[in-house]
């Protein structure tokens, strides 16, 4: 029941129609932020790439590990 009231209140509120002006500075700050991020993940992911791969035991050179050791 408490649910239901929280619900009504919250779409019967003014909330829901405030409109607000994103700029275009803005929006490049977004991209510009995303694509940091992707490009960030993927230099560590490069770098760690032998890492991960020995976590979750996959290995190119399996035959060759089994020989060093």
Known sequence: MFLTEALIM????????????????TGSIILQAVVGAI?????????FWHRILKFFG???NSALDEEED
Do not use: E, H, N, Q
């Open 10 to 25: 919250i779409f019967s509120s003014d909330v829901l129609f405030v409109t607000g002006y994103i700029d275009p500075g």
């Open 39 to 47: 490009a960030g993940i993927a230099v560590a992911v490069k770098l």
């Open 58 to 60: 996959v290995s190119k």
